[in-house]
Structure formats: C-alpha cells, structure tokens
C-alpha cells in the first residue's frame, strides 16, 4: 500500500526567508510524485509534478529515492505563497492520486 | 469554456434527507473522482470512474453512492444524510492514457448535516 506523509501540519515564516515543506513516501515501486496548492478562496491545483522537473512560481521539489521523499523548497518566501499544500502520490502512471494531511503555509510580512 | 462544475456550492440539510451532490465536467476527460476533505486534513479518496458505467470504491469507506450514465456527469448521492457527512466534498477530473495524472477540481461543495 502507499502512502504519503507531511510531517508539519501548519508552517509559519516570514516574507524572504527560504521554505522547505516536507513530504515521505512510502511505495515499493517507482511513484509519480506531485504537490498540489490551495490558495484562500480557490481550487486545488496542481503547482509541479517531479517528473518534468520544473521551477513553478520559484518551487522546486526533488524526488530523494533513497530517502523517500519529495520535499517542496522555496529560497525566498512571498506573502502570496500563502496556501496549504498538499503531496500526492501516483503509483503508475494514470491511476489514483494518493494524497498526504497537508501543510498549511502562512507567509508573514 | 473547459470546466469542471460543483453544485450546490453550500447545503445545509436535516438528518435522514436524500440528497445528491452534482459534478459535470467539459473537459472531455474520461477519469472522474470524489475526495471528502475535512478541514485542515488530506483528501480522501471514496468514488472514481474511468469511464461510462464503471464507479469503483476509493480508500475511505463512505456510504454515499455514484453513477456515470454520461460522460461529463458523476453524481454523488446519499439516501439518508447524517451529521457524520457534514464535510466539503471535492470532485475532480483527469485525462485518460500514460498522462502525468494531473487532476482538475471542482471549487466544492460544502455539506453540513444537522
């Protein structure tokens, strides 16, 4: 079975300092990993998937395979980063999302 | 415009109702879902589809039912509501074949049972 944990339920930093959310995966195979984002008022929406290996509004996240985990960072927190960010898991390719509690992400000024 | 629609957006409705939440989609995308999301928690996962007449079970236990008659509508019903559903449920959709699996939500419907 896999599954997906966020250690940190809610994280507080200010405007400018650097950000790390944290994600584990349990899966014995070889997952697609993926955060998703929901700002106030908004949809859940997917912000990067590991496998394109992209920079989205300034996120990076790299797939540890030896540690298993897929940690979001950021250098330099905005206010409108402010969200809650949801890890996700997918086990093959097309199929079901597994998804971690979420981290809720406060940004002060 | 390509969407995916939740109605009612907010419903507050007495133990033992019937009530049926609505999610249709004009993406095209064959794969439906439905997460129940309590606040400040992780989605679960209780009904998907990958396609007309095909619903399965997702990993949270839940005794609401659903149906894919059509391809852009998947209904979520639940014959006798109780305060245990008071809870945002979330629809989303997502394109069929070796896609990267990302899935587009619905904003939500937000139940409360009294």
């Known amino acids: 079975a896999q599954r997906v944990t966020q250690p940190e339920k809610l994280l507080s930093v200010f405007k400018g300092a650097p950000v790390e959310l944290k994600c584990n995966y349990s899966y014995s195979g070889s997952p697609e990993l993926f955060w998703y984002v929901q700002y106030s008022r908004q949809r859940l929406q997917l912000l990067l998937r590991?496998?394109s290996r992209e920079s989205i509004k300034g996120f990076t996240a790299d797939l540890n395979k030896g540690e298993t985990s897929f940690h979001l960072k950021k250098p330099f927190a905005q206010e409108e980063d402010s969200a809650m960010y949801y890890c996700?898991?997918?086990?093959?390719?097309?199929?079901?999302?597994?998804f971690g509690e979420g981290t809720q992400l406060t940004v002060n000024p | 415009e390509a969407d995916i629609y939740q109605t009612p957006r907010y419903l507050v409705i007495g133990t033992g109702k019937k009530i049926t939440l609505e999610c249709s989609q004009t993406m095209g995308h064959d794969k439906m879902y439905w997460y129940q999301q309590d606040p400040g928690m992780e989605l679960h996962l209780i009904h998907y589809s990958y396609g007309v007449n095909s619903t399965e079970k997702g990993d949270l236990s839940s005794e609401s039912t659903v149906s894919r008659i059509r391809t852009e509508h998947f209904p979520l019903t639940l014959e006798s509501a109780r305060p245990s559903h008071t809870s945002q449920y979330l629809c989303?959709?997502?394109?069929?074949?070796?896609?990267?699996?990302?899935?587009?939500f619905g904003p939500g419907t937000r139940l409360t049972v009294l």
């Open positions: 996700a898991l997918s086990a093959a390719s097309g199929s079901r999302l597994t």
């Open positions: 989303a959709s997502s394109e069929p074949g070796p896609s990267y699996n990302e899935q587009f």
């Open positions: 590991h496998i």
